[in-house]
């Protein structure tokens, strides 16, 4: 779907048959996901069909950061509510909360990664910033209680995949000269990077892999 004052693209919910038009943070990965197809769809990146994913994937980052900065803390809530009439979407109240969520910057790392666009760069330190400001604690990081008020604090729980993932993608976000190549890596669901069965063959063989990804920047 897609919003009519800005033409914001989301994925909407299914409940029993019916739409339901939010989109949860969780849903961010999608973005990448789209990407990811695209870059190694067998009909090759310049096909109908992986145009169209990666224009769907990038559209879909993109709400995904607005989602982020929509909001006073700079920081994304659970879920937001779309809302035609009344704008794009409409301040969480039910699910203001902030878990430290992975997905949005898994996205942007891939996104960047693929397509050398220093955007999703850009947006992945705004985050890191507002997570420094409104989440980090004496000892850690910790939940957002409100992403539309921060001054309402925080909880006391901090959940493992912050560190596992979240940190982990904004910290290579940051790092061009990682030698992870998404042609030759995978991460699994906690972010940790795993060779490819090709690589691994590859480099059984006596075989160096290269480090760079080899794609083309795509616009």
């Given at each position: 779907?897609?919003?009519?004052?800005?033409?914001?693209?989301?994925?909407?919910?299914?409940?029993?048959?019916?739409?339901?038009?939010?989109?949860?943070?969780?849903?961010?990965?999608?973005?990448?996901?789209?990407?990811?197809g695209a870059y190694?769809?067998?009909?090759?990146?310049?096909?109908?069909?992986?145009?169209?994913?990666?224009?769907?994937?990038?559209?879909?980052?993109?709400?995904?950061?607005?989602?982020?900065?929509?909001?006073?803390?700079?920081?994304?809530?659970?879920?937001?509510?779309?809302?035609?009439?009344?704008?794009?979407?409409?301040?969480?109240?039910?699910?203001?909360?902030?878990?430290?969520?992975?997905?949005?910057?898994?996205?942007?790392?891939?996104?960047?990664?693929?397509?050398?666009?220093?955007?999703?760069?850009?947006?992945?330190?705004?985050?890191?910033?507002?997570?420094?400001?409104?989440c980090r604690s004496?000892?850690?990081?910790?939940?957002?209680?409100?992403?539309?008020?921060?001054?309402?604090?925080?909880?006391?729980?901090?959940?493992?995949?912050?560190?596992?993932?979240?940190?982990?993608?904004?910290?290579?976000?940051?790092?061009?000269?990682?030698?992870?190549?998404?042609?030759?890596?995978?991460?699994?669901?906690?972010?940790?990077?795993?060779?490819?069965?090709?690589?691994?063959?590859?480099?059984?063989?006596?075989?160096?892999?290269?480090?760079?990804?080899?794609?083309?920047?795509?616009?």
């Amino acid at each position: 779907y897609k919003t009519n004052r800005r033409g914001l693209t989301y994925i909407a919910d299914l409940d029993d048959r019916n739409i339901v038009h939010k989109m949860d943070h969780l849903v961010c990965f999608m973005a990448g996901n789209l990407a990811l197809g695209a870059y190694t769809d067998p009909r090759g990146l310049n096909s109908k069909r992986a145009r169209r994913d990666l224009k769907l994937g990038k559209a879909l980052a993109y709400t995904c950061y607005q989602m982020y900065a929509h909001h006073k803390s700079g920081i994304a809530p659970e879920y937001v509510k779309f809302d035609s009439e009344h704008g794009d979407f409409r301040k969480s109240v039910e699910a203001a909360f902030y878990y430290l969520r992975p997905e949005a910057v898994e996205s942007f790392f891939i996104l960047n990664k693929l397509t050398g666009d220093p955007v999703y760069r850009e947006w992945g330190w705004e985050i890191f910033q507002a997570i420094e400001e409104h989440c980090r604690s004496d000892v850690a990081y910790a939940s957002l209680s409100d992403v539309n008020d921060p001054s309402l604090g925080k909880t006391d729980k901090m959940e493992s995949f912050f560190l596992a993932e979240t940190l982990k993608y904004l910290y290579l976000l940051q790092d061009p000269d990682s030698e992870i190549d998404l042609n030759k890596h995978v991460f699994n669901t906690e972010g940790h990077p795993l060779k490819t069965f090709n690589t691994l063959k590859t480099e059984s063989n006596g075989k160096t892999c290269s480090t760079s990804t080899g794609a083309t920047p795509v616009r």
